[in-house]
DNA sequence: AACTAATTGCAAATAATTCTCAATCGCATT
DNA sequence: AATGCGATTGAGAATTATTTGCAATTAGTT
């Protein structure tokens, strides 16, 4: 059994459910790239295979995924939300192309040290990140 | 005429559109408070004065107000988007508090050069920032 | 195997946004 | 001030994304 597996069987024996085939079906699912998802996205990618999981189920799994922290909600300056699990990855911020649609991930514990500053200073505290930027990628510039 | 109408006019004269009426009103009340809104909030407000206004309108005008930098989306951390005039205001980023609502805004040129610094590394052009972080405020915290 | 509460898929409901279209507006020209 | 014409509008229909109600099914327990 994967750890990601155990997280979320721990996670939902505490609030008594249970890790159902569904729910296993859609967090391997996850887990199975470090792609960014929509919902659409991630429906499709698990239809290829099991074409018994419904819309419903998906909607239904993701806030218990984003719940026991093993995916978050990223990227909310596209169109569509997306996600990612997160688990066994560090924090990062993401830079996206409005051309290629592009995402390049980028680590900063300096970033983080400032927003932590600046939280401290109106005796905030911060949750959850959500940073980034869109603009315009390496590849895509030079086209123009 | 405020500043704002006069760039917005030029903006829409450019492109072969016209300053008219619900524009204008839809317009002034974006500027008439430094609130950020969403849509329907938006709405509401337009709606105490001018019983005429159309949602329509309203989606149809934001796009056009954010092309001409007039305002921007923010906030795309919590369930609806939202938006706020920008034009006369310094970029900054926000703290959300989950349990109140609150939002404080923060401005920080060392933030601002760390992003640029990583997004120059990246070979990135970056065209808008979206940075804020959700937690719990002062006051809510008090209170646990 | 029987029991029970949780879970599921489906389809209907809701919410947010976009689109269609006929009527109107804004502005330039007469 | 009347005319012409493309841009604009509001209303409501259409679309898209998400949530919900419910009867049938499942997982875990006795
Ligand atoms: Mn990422
Ligand atoms: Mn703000
Ligand atoms: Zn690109
Ligand atoms: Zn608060």
């Keep these: 059994m994967q750890e990601?597996?155990?997280?979320?069987?721990?996670f939902l024996k505490i609030k008594d459910l249970k890790l159902t085939k569904p729910r296993?079906?859609?967090?391997?699912?996850?887990?199975?790239?470090h792609e960014h998802f929509s919902v659409d996205e991630l429906?499709?990618?698990?239809?290829k295979k099991h074409k018994d999981v419904s819309r419903a189920?998906?909607?239904r799994t993701i806030p218990l995924l984003v719940e026991s922290d093993l995916i978050k909600q990223s990227l909310r300056c596209l169109a569509k939300d997306h996600y990612e699990h997160t688990y066994g990855h560090d924090r990062h911020f993401h830079l996206?192309?409005?051309k290629c649609g592009k995402i390049i991930e980028v680590e900063s514990k300096k970033a983080e040290n400032i927003l932590n500053k600046l939280a401290k200073i109106h005796n905030f505290d911060i949750k959850e990140y959500n940073v980034g930027a869109k603009g315009i990628c390496k590849n895509c510039r030079k086209k123009i």
Excluded at 24 to 33: G, H, R
Excluded at 43 to 47: E, P, V
């Design 24 to 33: 296993k079906i859609i967090l391997n699912t996850v887990f199975a790239t």
């Design 96 to 98: 996206i192309c409005e």
């Design 43 to 47: 429906y499709d990618q698990i239809r």
């Design 57 to 59: 189920t998906i909607y």
């Design 4 to 10: 990601h597996e155990k997280i979320f069987e721990n």
